[in-house]
């Protein structure tokens, strides 16, 4: 079993900051690609940002600039660093990662989800 948590959350200005810390723990015997979706009400998942365990990164096109996705693999920790928020940056955050577990199967794991709120 594999657990992902977040954290790092909150009621921001616009134009401010917030960092998202998610921890992957359990049977992991590797982590390939990790990332960031998101989910605003009534709206679909997207995906925000995605690092590979090469460090191979892509963002969505309203991010980019912006936000920064970065990986402590040692750590089995993404993180999310965003920059100049927006009112439209507002949702629920929920981390992912693709991982092998001790029992060498290869699934995708999620985490419950943290709110961002951007306040104009």
């Known amino acids: 079993q594999v657990q992902l948590v977040e954290s790092g959350g909150g009621l921001v200005q616009a134009g401010g900051s917030l960092r998202l810390s998610c921890a992957a723990s359990?049977?992991?015997?590797?982590?390939?690609?990790m990332g960031w979706y998101r989910q605003a009400p009534g709206k679909q998942r997207d995906l925000v940002a995605l690092?590979?365990?090469?460090?191979?990164?892509n963002y969505r096109d309203s991010v980019k600039g912006r936000f920064t996705i970065s990986r402590d693999n040692a750590k089995n920790t993404v993180y999310l660093q965003m920059n100049s928020l927006k009112p439209e940056d507002t949702a629920v955050y929920l981390c992912?990662?693709?991982?092998?577990?001790?029992?060498?199967?290869?699934?995708?794991?999620w985490g419950q989800g943290t709110q961002v709120t951007v306040s104009s």
């Open positions: 992912a990662a693709n991982v092998r577990t001790l029992m060498w199967t290869t699934n995708d794991y």
């Open positions: 359990g049977s992991i015997v590797n982590i390939n690609a």
């Open positions: 690092i590979s365990s090469s460090g191979n990164i």
